[in-house]
């Protein structure tokens, strides 16, 4: 049997020693004279109304250096395909964890305090969490404004919470049902899945 160099072979991981050992350093390991630190406020409701956002408490903490809000930026939208988000929602929240406004700070820990400071008052609307329910007609609706919305493309479709419909066809579908030894029919539901990176996004 021919006898390989690489395939067939356990080629160790130039990076997994330090991983493993907690010698590997990451984008939060590293420190700079005066560099700042942010943290961004994020909504606690799936679905709400904003009423107001008063940071002027964060704005005086000692060591924060900028607390920004929707006011503070133009209400520019963006997105992968349909440009449904704004930097900071300026009216409603659209799901949890939704960003409100951002600090930045002199540490973590004043950043963070800096963010129990902002005081945000909403108006909790009805939500929805299931794709499928928030098809239906009379579901919550997350986007009034979604068919005024830029896109990358012409999308269409765009009805109530539904932001595409595209169709693809080849052939005779039914035919192919029709001459099909078995058809199997069901409906597979999954987890969220995640890549479980050592580190957060940097």
Do not use: W
Not at 10 to 36: C, F, N, Q, T, W
Not at 122 to 127: G, I, V
Not at 149 to 160: I, K, L, P
């Amino acid at each position: 049997m021919t006898n390989y160099q690489v395939v067939g072979t356990d080629v160790p991981r130039i990076d997994g020693e330090p991983k493993a050992s907690g010698a590997a350093r990451y984008a939060a390991d590293l420190s700079h004279p005066e560099m700042l630190h942010g943290a961004i406020l994020r909504s606690r409701h799936p679905h709400a109304r904003i009423l107001n956002v008063d940071a002027e408490k964060a704005r005086r903490l000692s060591g924060v250096r900028a607390v920004v809000t929707a006011r503070d930026v133009p209400p520019v939208r963006f997105g992968i395909t349909i440009y449904d988000a704004c930097l900071f929602e300026p009216e409603k929240v659209r799901y949890l964890g939704n960003e409100i406004a951002a600090v930045a700070a002199i540490d973590a820990d004043t950043a963070q305090e800096a963010l129990s400071l902002i005081e945000v008052e909403y108006e909790a609307l009805p939500a929805v969490f299931d794709p499928v329910e928030a098809m239906r007609p009379g579901a919550p609706v997350i986007h009034e404004q979604a068919h005024t919305y830029e896109s990358t493309f012409d999308v269409a479709g765009r009805q109530g919470n539904v932001a595409c419909r595209t169709r693809f066809a080849h052939g005779d579908l039914e035919q192919g049902f029709r001459e099909a030894d078995e058809v199997f029919e069901n409906t597979f539901r999954t987890q969220q899945n995640h890549q479980t990176y050592l580190e957060p996004h940097a």
